[in-house]
């Protein structure tokens, strides 16, 4: 499946999410940590977590610990295996590259 997904920190940090995910899809992981991952500074990587929750393609729990202070968040990620978060419908995918031909090749020279 390839997203169409616009943001270079969108790519990354929805990368680094995936390469956290086990078999359940879901992974937690503080926002900082994420961060470094994708190579990005943590407002940045906000606005681009905010982006792929609007898109459904995340979803972000919170955590708490016993004491009531926040603890890393749990991030779920969808797609084909849970209905495209309950949806249903798909997400928009990059149109499939058409293969090279002859005369693209002379061009690339």
Known sequence: MRLNIRGTVQKAALAALASRCGADHSCTVSNGQ?????????DRLRVALRELRHRGLVSVFEQRRADGGRDANRFVLHGPWDGWGGSGVPFPEIAACRPASADDSAVTR
């Open 34 to 42: 994420l961060a470094l991952e994708a190579g990005t500074a943590l």
